[in-house]
């Protein structure tokens, strides 16, 4: 597999077309406001790009075809649950996110329960949304190894240069007018790719002919117990991921926000189908192929050249995308909820929009380190573990401050995103092949929650009495 001038062609017009939306997102930002929620003035396609921008990347294109090429079918619990959750989102949480007014989730929490919890969740969370970083950064390595051969570490450097020109300048803007023009893209990429693997294979019959129903046409190809976990951890992950409410919250309404929630919900899910028919089709015909690189090797060796180079620079754009919408909520985060709380001495908005584009820089340097050292690693493992991690952290001190604000406690809410995360992690490591670790964390934030609100509540009532 080499790169022909008709590949090039593709390649460079698409990067162009990206990076003068990219340079046209940049001019709109003229404060932190700007840089970290578009100033609250977004319509509903651009905050549906940045919700898409961010969930679509590496993870449910390369990742998807890797898991495909493995197990079958299971591989797409990754849109699938995305998809699920953005539903969810739609229907019945962004009215009270929306019409909080707050940048982050951790000080949506804190309206409820106090200041404690928010550096902790966003501690937590921050820890959560960089496995995901790691699963983009290896993607990202995947894709462009594939194409020209050189060491991980120099594709993980190239990569975080695409990620500065991509959100340094743009932020909201910048992730969301580039995620629409992506995702247009990347939908005729997919469909292309899922179209040309099917024909290839010989449709329904051939894939019949290839291989049994079990485990490659079941979504619980490799377990009911590790597959319902994966696509649960996608739905609660979501749910509870600063990315996407900051995407959410730069909306210029409610209904707005409601709208581009539903349109990612209805987008998201068909995208994976296309992957997995690649992985099939690759596994019926070339399983000696590096699992990894499969749908690039399948682009460069079956589409037409100039087809391949805009799909490969689509892809290319997913997934820096996808990390550079990642390391926008860490930095957000840390820096809303931890620098300017325990740190910042300056009432200057550009000293803090300084200090964030900073931090992605920091961000994206150790997630490659990081990478250098677990290179080969199964993509859609780090993102599924990210999503429950995350999930353990906020989801049930999120739903209490919205169903049961009358009823829960800080001392409660502060419990339950300490105690869920740390339970998550340890059964990890002490129980490696038993339950997925989602399922105890879950469940120990929600007894925290509960019956330490209940107990700090009675024991309130009985000061009052006594």
Not at 17 to 35: E, I, N, P, Q
Not at 224 to 232: S, Y
Not at 240 to 245: D, G, L, N, P
Not at 374 to 402: D, E, H, K
Request: aromatic content about 12%; hydrophobic content about 55%; charged content about 10%.
């Amino acid at each position: 597999m080499t790169l022909t001038v008709e590949h090039i062609i593709g390649i460079v017009a698409t990067l162009l077309l990206m990076t003068a939306v990219g340079l046209y997102a940049g001019r709109r930002v003229k404060s932190a406001a700007d840089f970290s929620s578009g100033g609250r003035s977004v319509g509903a396609p651009i905050v549906a790009g940045s919700v898409m921008g961010t969930l679509v990347g590496g993870a449910s294109t390369i990742g998807t075809a890797q898991l495909a090429f493995q197990f079958g079918f299971s591989a797409w619990w990754f849109t699938l649950g995305a998809g699920i959750a953005c539903a969810i989102l739609g229907i019945g949480m962004v009215k009270p996110l929306w019409e909080s007014a707050t940048e982050t989730l951790p000080q949506y929490l804190a309206q409820t329960y106090g200041p404690d919890i928010g550096p902790i969740a966003s501690v937590f969370t921050s820890i959560g949304i960089f496995f995901n970083l790691i699963a983009q950064v290896l993607s990202f390595c995947a894709l462009v190894t594939s194409i020209y051969p050189m060491e991980p570490i120099f594709a993980a450097l190239i990569g975080l240069f695409l990620v500065l020109a991509y959100v340094l300048f743009g932020g909201v803007w910048g992730t969301g007018l580039t995620g629409v023009v992506k995702l247009v893209l990347l939908y005729v990429a997919m469909l292309a790719c899922g179209a040309a693997a099917f024909a290839l294979v010989g449709g329904v019959a051939g894939l019949m002919a290839k291989f049994p129903p079990y485990p490659w046409f079941s979504l619980f190809g490799r377990g009911i117990d590790k597959d319902l976990a994966a696509g649960f951890s996608l739905i609660v992950g979501v749910l509870s991921t600063q990315t996407y409410f900051q995407a959410l919250a730069s909306a210029r309404s409610v209904r707005e926000a409601r709208k581009s929630a539903c349109i990612s919900a209805l987008l998201i899910p068909p995208i994976g189908i296309g992957g997995i028919l690649v992985g099939l089709f690759m596994r019926a015909n070339f399983p000696g192929t590096a699992s990894s690189e499969v749908l690039p090797v399948f682009i460069l060796t079956f589409l037409p050249p100039v087809l391949a180079g805009v799909i490969l620079a689509t892809l290319l754009i997913s997934v820096v995308g996808t990390w550079a919408g990642l390391t926008l909520g860490i930095s957000t985060m840390v820096t809303k909820d931890i620098y300017q709380r325990f740190f910042c001495r300056k009432d200057d908005t550009g000293y803090v929009l300084t200090v964030q584009r900073s931090l992605i820089v920091v961000v994206c340097l150790v997630a490659i380190l990081f990478v250098n050292g677990n290179a080969g690693s199964l993509i859609l493992g780090w993102s599924f573990m990210s999503m429950g991690l995350r999930g353990c952290t906020v989801l049930f001190p999120l739903l209490g401050a919205m169903l049961l604000p009358r009823f829960v406690t800080p001392k409660g809410g502060v419990a339950a995103a300490l105690l869920g995360p740390t339970v998550d992690f340890f059964w990890k490591i002490v129980f490696p092949k038993g339950i997925d670790p989602l399922f105890p964390g879950l469940l120990a934030s929600m007894v925290a929650l509960l019956a330490v609100s209940w107990f700090t509540a009675k024991r309130a009532e009985l000061g009052d009495v006594n």
